[in-house]
Nanobody, 116 residues
Framework: QVQLVESGGGLVQPGGSLRLSCAAS????????MGWYRQAPGKQRELVAT???????NYAHSVKGRFTISRDNAKNTVYLQMNNLKPEDTAVYYC??????????WGQGTQVTVSS
């Protein structure tokens, strides 16, 4: 059974940085293309960044130029480097398959709070 464990969140001031990690219990080649999603209080979950099995990336307009997604296939881990964080980036961040997330893959997520 596939398990995805997110980590690296925390409280950071506006303009700060965080690096999130998503560790998979299986080879991420099995999962193929992956992405980071986030859900803010009272809002729907949204996809913010994707990375294909070959390393091609794509970003939501709201994070483009500030976030960088990457994957280390040898470590079965996907990362999200977040720079110049804004209060509107506050959310619980999850990783999952793209383009359609798999229900059984959802983990507990990692909380990111951007506040002064």
């Amino acid at each position: 059974q596939v398990q995805l464990v997110e980590s690296g969140g925390g409280l950071v001031q506006p303009g700060g940085s965080l690096r999130l990690s998503c560790a998979a219990s299986v080879s991420i080649f099995v999962i193929n293309d992956m992405g980071w999603y986030r859900q803010a209080p009272g809002k729907q979950r949204e996809l913010v960044a994707t990375v294909t099995s070959r390393g091609s990336t794509n970003y939501a307009h709201s994070v483009k130029g500030r976030f960088t997604i990457s994957r280390d296939n040898a470590k079965n881990t996907v990362y999200l480097q977040m720079n110049n964080l804004k209060p509107e980036d506050t959310a619980v961040y999850y990783c999952n398959q793209v383009p359609r997330p798999t229900r059984d893959y959802w983990g507990q997520g990692t909380q990111v709070t951007v506040s002064s």
